[in-house]
C-alpha cells in the first residue's frame, strides 16, 4: 500500500507523465506537425500548459499555504511561454494579465461568460491534494478560486471541481462508488452531472475498461471541460490496476485532447498507486525530470505535515 507522501509525488509525476507523453497525439494534423518540431527539449520529451500550471499552482501553494489568487495570476501570467501549447483564450489572457490587467478584468474579456475550457482542470489535481483533509466544502470552494482566475464558467469550474475532489479521493484509497457520489454531490452544472451518470453506468457493472473509441463517443475527448473531465475520471478509475504504460496507450486510443485527458487520468492513477509503480524509463525521458521530482517531495513534504498536526490549510482567505 502506497504511503501517503508517495501518492502526492506519485499524481504530481505520473501527470506530468502523462502530458509529456500524450502531447505528440493531441490535436489535429498541424498540432501533431508542430509538436514533431517543438515536443523534445534536449533530447527529452516536453511537457506542455498542463503541468506548467500545475508547477505553478504547487508552488503558489508551497509560497502562500492557502489559494491566494493574485498570487497564483501573477505566476500563470509570468510562465505563459506559447511554446508549451496554451489554449487559445487562455494564451491572450495570461499576457492582459502580464500587461497589468486585474485578472478579474482579464478572466471575462475574452469569452465574457468565461471559458469552458479543460485548462482549469488539468491543474487542478494538486488542489485536491493539498485540500484533501479538509472538509468537501473548503476544497470545493478553493478549486473554485483557483480555477476561477482563467475558467469563470460554471462548466470550466466544474471540471477543475471534478479532477480535485477525484485526486482528493484516491489519495485517501476510496472506492469508486464513494468516489462518483462525492463527486455528483459536489458538481453544479447539467452538463457535467450527465456525463459523470454515463460514466458510472460504464464502469461500476465491471470495473473494467470499455473499448476507448466507445469511451470518446459517450465521454467526449475534446478540448471544452465538459468532453474530457469526466473522460479522464473514468480512464484513471478503470485502469489503475493496470500499468501506467496501459494508461498511456489506452488514452492515445481514446484520442482527441490526449495530453490533457493523460495529465488528468495520470493524476488519478499516480494518487491510487504512487511514483515508486511509475516505470523509471519512461521518467528518464522527462523534461526536467530531478526539477519536477524535488518540487514534488517538498509538496508531500508539506501536505503530510500539515495533515499531521492536523492544521490543515489555512482558512484565511481561502
Ligand atoms: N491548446 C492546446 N492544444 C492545441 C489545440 C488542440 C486542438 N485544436 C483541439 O481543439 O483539440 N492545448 C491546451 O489547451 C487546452 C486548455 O485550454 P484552456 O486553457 O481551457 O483554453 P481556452 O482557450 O480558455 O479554452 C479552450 C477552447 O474552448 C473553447 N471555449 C472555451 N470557453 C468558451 C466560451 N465561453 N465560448 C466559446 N468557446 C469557448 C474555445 O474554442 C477555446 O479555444 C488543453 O488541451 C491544453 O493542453
Ligand atoms: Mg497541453
Ligand atoms: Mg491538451
Same mark, same amino acid.
Not at 489572457?93 to 471575462?108: S, Y
Given at each position: 500500500?502506497?504511503?501517503?507522501?508517495?501518492?502526492?509525488? @506519485?499524481?504530481?509525476? #505520473?501527470?506530468?507523465?502523462?502530458?509529456?507523453?500524450?502531447?505528440?497525439?493531441?490535436?489535429?494534423?498541424?498540432?501533431?506537425?508542430?509538436?514533431?518540431?517543438?515536443?523534445?527539449?534536449?533530447? *527529452?520529451?516536453?511537457?506542455?500548459?498542463?503541468?506548467?500550471?500545475?508547477?505553478?499552482?504547487?508552488?503558489?501553494? +508551497?509560497?502562500? $499555504?492557502?489559494?491566494?489568487?493574485?498570487?497564483?495570476?501573477?505566476?500563470? #501570467?509570468?510562465? &505563459?511561454?506559447?511554446?508549451? %501549447?496554451? %489554449?487559445?483564450?487562455? !494564451?491572450?489572457?495570461? *499576457?492582459?494579465?502580464?500587461?497589468?490587467?486585474?485578472?478579474?478584468?482579464?478572466?471575462?474579456?475574452?469569452?465574457?461568460?468565461?471559458?469552458?475550457?479543460? /485548462?482549469?482542470?488539468?491543474?487542478?489535481?494538486?488542489?485536491?491534494?493539498? &485540500?484533501?483533509? =479538509?472538509?468537501?466544502?473548503?476544497?470545493?470552494?478553493?478549486?473554485?478560486?483557483?480555477?476561477?482566475?482563467?475558467?469563470?464558467?460554471?462548466? /470550466?469550474?466544474?471540471?477543475?471541481?471534478?479532477? #480535485?475532489?477525484?485526486?482528493?479521493?484516491?489519495?485517501? %484509497? =476510496?472506492?469508486?462508488?464513494?468516489?462518483? $457520489?462525492?463527486?455528483?454531490?459536489?458538481?453544479?452544472?447539467?452538463?457535467?452531472?450527465?456525463?459523470?451518470?454515463?460514466? *458510472?453506468? +460504464?464502469?461500476?457493472?465491471?470495473?473494467?475498461?470499455?473499448?476507448?473509441?466507445?469511451?470518446?463517443?459517450?465521454? @467526449?475527448?475534446?478540448?471544452?471541460? $465538459?468532453?474530457?473531465?469526466?473522460? !479522464?475520471?473514468?480512464?484513471?478509475?478503470?485502469?489503475?490496476?493496470?500499468?501506467?504504460?496501459?494508461?498511456?496507450?489506452?488514452?492515445?486510443?481514446?484520442?482527441?485532447?490526449?495530453?490533457?485527458? @493523460?495529465?488528468?487520468?495520470? !493524476?488519478?492513477? %499516480?494518487? #491510487?498507486?504512487?511514483?515508486?509503480?511509475?516505470?523509471? $524509463?519512461?521518467?528518464?525521458?522527462?523534461?526536467?525530470?530531478? &526539477?519536477?521530482?524535488?518540487?514534488?517531495?517538498?509538496? !508531500?513534504?508539506?501536505?503530510?505535515?500539515?495533515?499531521?498536526?492536523?492544521?490543515?490549510?489555512?482558512?484565511?482567505?481561502?
Amino acid at each position: 500500500m502506497p504511503t501517503h507522501h508517495d501518492r502526492i509525488c @506519485g499524481a504530481v509525476l #505520473a501527470s506530468a507523465l502523462g502530458d509529456a507523453f500524450g502531447a505528440p497525439y493531441e490535436g489535429g494534423v498541424l498540432e501533431q506537425l508542430l509538436w514533431r518540431i517543438l515536443g523534445r527539449q534536449q533530447g *527529452k520529451r516536453r511537457w506542455t500548459d498542463d503541468t506548467q500550471m500545475s508547477v505553478d499552482v504547487i508552488e503558489s501553494l +508551497l509560497a502562500c $499555504k492557502r489559494v491566494d489568487q493574485d498570487d497564483l495570476a501573477q505566476r500563470f #501570467a509570468q510562465s &505563459y511561454r506559447w511554446s508549451r %501549447g496554451y %489554449g487559445p483564450g487562455a !494564451a491572450k489572457l495570461l *499576457k492582459r494579465i502580464r500587461q497589468g490587467e486585474p485578472w478579474q478584468v482579464a478572466h471575462r474579456a475574452i469569452y465574457a461568460n468565461g471559458s469552458f475550457g479543460n /485548462g482549469g482542470a488539468m491543474r487542478a489535481a494538486p488542489l485536491g491534494l493539498f &485540500y484533501g483533509a =479538509a472538509q468537501r466544502e473548503q476544497l470545493v470552494q478553493a478549486v473554485q478560486a483557483a480555477t476561477r482566475i482563467t475558467h469563470a464558467h460554471p462548466v /470550466g469550474l466544474d471540471g477543475a471541481v471534478l479532477i #480535485a475532489v477525484s485526486v482528493a479521493l484516491v489519495s485517501q %484509497g =476510496a472506492s469508486a462508488p464513494e468516489i462518483f $457520489k462525492q463527486v455528483r454531490l459536489s458538481l453544479e452544472t447539467v452538463d457535467m452531472l450527465n456525463r459523470l451518470a454515463v460514466a *458510472k453506468q +460504464l464502469l461500476l457493472p465491471t470495473l473494467s475498461p470499455a473499448p476507448p473509441q466507445l469511451v470518446a463517443r459517450e465521454l @467526449g475527448n475534446g478540448i471544452r471541460a $465538459k468532453d474530457s473531465c469526466v473522460t !479522464a475520471l473514468y480512464i484513471g478509475l478503470a485502469l489503475r490496476e493496470a500499468p501506467f504504460s496501459g494508461l498511456l496507450s489506452y488514452t492515445r486510443a481514446v484520442g482527441g485532447d490526449t495530453d490533457t485527458i @493523460g495529465a488528468m487520468a495520470g !493524476a488519478i492513477w %499516480g494518487a #491510487a498507486c504512487g511514483y515508486r509503480q511509475l516505470p523509471e $524509463k519512461l521518467l528518464q525521458e522527462l523534461e526536467q525530470r530531478q &526539477y519536477l521530482e524535488r518540487l514534488a517531495r517538498r509538496f !508531500a513534504e508539506a501536505v503530510v505535515q500539515m495533515d499531521g498536526q492536523g492544521s490543515g490549510p489555512s482558512s484565511e482567505g481561502i
